[in-house]
């Protein structure tokens, strides 16, 4: 076992960051990397705006992965779910195509996961990006990026499975063609945590 | 596990001692803030138990255990000590998330007042979203009775590891790895609970690997001219496995009061089902035969009482390298 001092990347300055991350974040030039054994890897990353009458005291981000992918459905079985089968047959929409899947790249209960993975790669957030954190706090990353795609996969399942009937086979495809970690920004209540762009 | 331990290395920046929570890569020093990594074996983080026992603990706590249970009541007289020493085991200690959906159907048989009865299918589609945490012993347990972690909260140092004899590792990383992932796809299969599965698709995240050493103390010791051994827990001190003989007068009063309750109630039985025809006296024959089998294993077993993770008794005399366990042991002795 081996001890190293992290070091950025691209401008090679010590990183001195507050909380413990897999996202190794400089602050000094903006590179965001990942180390894995003895691989160094740079990541693309956005950071999304604060609508302006969230408080600043609550304000957190919470790192996603954005994982552009194509889902293709060769066959499959479902039992029960007439109307959904029939909009379908008459859209010709069998659930292929471009979809966008956000992972939760923090730890998250896995209910939390599992809400927050499904409400997001069903309505795709819009927001404004922003050059920097701006000293707001963020919650660490801990699931890396392959972590993110096999995770991807169970949430287009999720979906597939959630739509009306019973499934009972699916033969589908999902290429992951891009990812970037996005950096949301979240009101903290005592309610729990709410989306504030 | 979340304490967290001091690992014994320091800071390459300050030189300040870094500690870290099991399983994890990164920290932070504590004295000057620089973000570290840690890199260990193949991303495995080792943690090394400190023992907190000595010689006169592990006896006591032996000696104890002797008084307790069904054992032999003169072996706290006549028992002997004749071997104290104790060995660090490694263990896998892995977390895992497991995610997926199992689908399929239920097949539910319904009987009309008729007798007519009809079978119908109840299509299921369930979801499987489970934390999960799996940990075993990395070398042959042989007849030591250990199989998992015996407690994941201490004092962690490297100070002992020259002190007591360790043993090596024999399961690699990818296989542990493996067995972790495999565990986790079987309990979410498990808690799913889909009796006929159509389509299943798991995907198994493994979230920390540490590699476990923990000190156990082994006694052995003799009664009546028989060997017998006893582990116990260096960091608790608490007796984790061990064989010690039985009492003949436990297992003469079993047989006795055994076949007496056994008897009476499958008698009891008969003849309540000859009398009256009546439901209750199968119940009665029913549990008079599991008390005549509560009662023969309690009289076939009773002569050793045994404790501890003991999956198999063939695995007692199973040879590693041409060395049974107890070899192994006896030649790593101090």
């Known amino acids: 076992m081996k001890v190293v001092q992290v070091k950025c990347p691209n401008c090679d300055l010590p990183l001195n960051m507050e909380m413990k991350d897999e996202l190794f974040y400089c602050s000094n030039c903006g590179t965001m990397h990942t180390r894995e054994a003895q691989r160094v890897e740079q990541i693309p990353y956005?950071?999304?705006d604060?609508?302006?009458?969230?408080?600043?005291?609550?304000?957190?981000?919470?790192?996603?992965?954005?994982?552009?992918?194509?889902?293709?459905?060769?066959?499959?079985?479902?039992?029960?779910?007439?109307?959904d089968k029939l909009r379908q047959g008459l859209n010709g929409d069998n659930g292929s195509g471009s979809l966008y899947i956000f992972v939760p790249a923090s730890h998250m209960d896995t209910a939390a996961f599992r809400y927050w993975a499904v409400h997001l790669t069903l309505n795709n957030p819009r927001y404004t990006t922003r050059a920097d954190f701006a000293g707001t706090r963020r919650m660490p990353a801990s699931t890396s990026r392959d972590e993110a795609i096999e995770m991807a996969d169970f949430v287009a399942l999720t979906l597939e499975a959630e739509k009306p009937g019973v499934l009972q086979y699916l033969d589908y495809s999902l290429t992951v063609q891009q990812a970037k970690v996005v950096y949301l920004p979240f009101m903290s209540s005592p309610s729990g945590l709410h989306l504030a762009w | 596990m979340s304490d967290r331990l001091s690992v014994g290395l320091n800071c390459p920046s300050c030189g300040g001692a870094i500690s870290v929570t099991e399983g994890e890569s990164t920290t932070n020093c504590r004295y000057c803030g620089s973000t570290?990594?840690?890199?260990?074996?193949?991303?495995?983080?080792?943690?090394?138990?400190?023992?907190?026992?000595?010689?006169?603990?592990?006896?006591?706590?032996?000696?104890?255990?002797?008084?307790?249970?069904?054992?032999?009541?003169?072996?706290?007289?006549?028992?002997?000590?004749?071997?104290?020493?104790?060995?660090y085991l490694p263990f896998w200690s892995i977390g895992t998330r497991v995610a997926g959906w199992v689908c399929g159907y239920e097949e539910r048989s319904t009987t009309d007042s008729k007798g007519n009865t009809r079978t119908e299918k109840v299509y299921k589609e369930e979801m499987v979203l489970q934390d999960l945490h799996y940990s075993d012993i990395a070398c042959d347990p042989g007849d030591l009775g250990i199989r998992s972690v015996p407690n994941f909260s201490g004092e962690a140092s490297f100070e002992d590891m020259d002190m007591i004899p360790t043993f090596e590792s024999t399961t690699s990383h990818d296989d542990a790895i493996a067995n972790a992932k495999a565990d986790a796809i079987e309990r979410g299969r498990e808690s799913a609970n889909v009796p006929n599965i159509t389509f299943e698709k798991f995907h198994v995240l493994v979230?920390?690997?540490?590699?476990?050493?923990?000190?156990?103390?082994?006694?052995?010791?003799?009664?009546?001219?028989?060997?017998?051994?006893?582990?116990?827990?260096?960091?608790?001190?608490?007796?984790?496995?061990?064989?010690a003989p039985g009492d003949p007068l436990y297992q003469s009063l079993a047989v006795t009061a055994g076949t007496s309750l056994g008897g009476l109630a499958a008698a009891g039985g008969i003849i309540?089902?000859?009398?009256?025809?009546?439901?209750v006296g199968i119940a009665g024959v029913i549990l008079g035969l599991i008390v005549f089998g509560a009662t023969y294993w309690f009289f076939r077993h009773g002569s050793e009482i045994v404790q501890g993770e003991f999956p198999d008794r063939k695995e007692l005399s199973m040879r590693i390298n041409g060395q049974t366990m107890m070899d192994r042991i006896r030649g790593l002795r101090i």
């Open chain 1, 46 to 48: 956005e950071i999304a």
């Open chain 1, 50 to 83: 604060f609508r302006k009458d969230t408080l600043i005291d609550n304000r957190v981000y919470i790192p996603f992965w954005r994982l552009c992918t194509d889902f293709r459905i060769r066959s499959r079985d479902v039992v029960g779910g007439f109307f």
């Open chain 2, 36 to 87: 570290l990594y840690i890199e260990g074996d193949n991303g495995v983080g080792t943690v090394v138990f400190k023992n907190k026992l000595d010689r006169d603990a592990a006896i006591k706590a032996t000696q104890v255990w002797w008084r307790k249970g069904f054992k032999a009541r003169d072996l706290k007289n006549v028992g002997t000590i004749t071997e104290v020493y104790p060995i």
């Open chain 2, 207 to 243: 979230r920390k690997v540490s590699m476990i050493y923990y000190p156990v103390w082994v006694v052995r010791y003799t009664y009546q001219d028989r060997m017998y051994m006893a582990t116990v827990d260096g960091v608790t001190g608490r007796m984790l496995s061990g064989r």
């Open chain 2, 272 to 279: 309540t089902l000859i009398s009256f025809d009546s439901e």
